[in-house]
């Protein structure tokens, strides 16, 4: 059975940062594109890929800011978030892509950017 457990999130300042983390189980995640979204109103926002040779795709707005990455032998991804802003409070979620329009997504962890 495929597990896609998030963690990391909570409270953080403005400016500030938090570091995500996405751990796979029951299946091979290093051979899949992984990606972090996050809540929208209505859909779930791209914020970053990460395919299995490592290149990486960001939103324009997180460019500089936010980094991705994985540990292929710990089963796990990582957000690196930096110079966090309010509106980027959400739930964040990780998603596995099995195949076109197909995803393992995980049940999310809460970001919330406040003074």
């Known amino acids: 059975q495929v597990q896609i457990v998030e963690s990391g999130g909570g409270l953080v300042q403005p400016g500030g940062s938090l570091r995500l983390s996405c751990a796979a189980s029951?299946?091979?995640?290093?051979?899949?594109?992984m990606g972090w979204y996050r809540q929208a109103p209505g859909y779930r926002a791209l914020v970053a890929t990460i395919t299995s040779t490592g290149t990486t795709n960001y939103k324009d707005s997180v460019k500089g800011r936010f980094t991705i990455s994985r540990d292929n032998a710990k089963n796990t991804m990582y957000l690196q978030m930096n110079s966090l802003k309010p509106n980027e409070t959400a739930v964040y979620y990780c998603?596995?892509?099995?195949?076109?329009?197909?995803?393992?997504w995980g049940q999310g962890t809460r970001v919330t950017v406040s003074s």
């Open positions: 029951g299946i091979d995640s290093s051979i899949y594109t």
């Open positions: 998603a596995l892509h099995l195949s076109p329009g197909k995803y393992y």
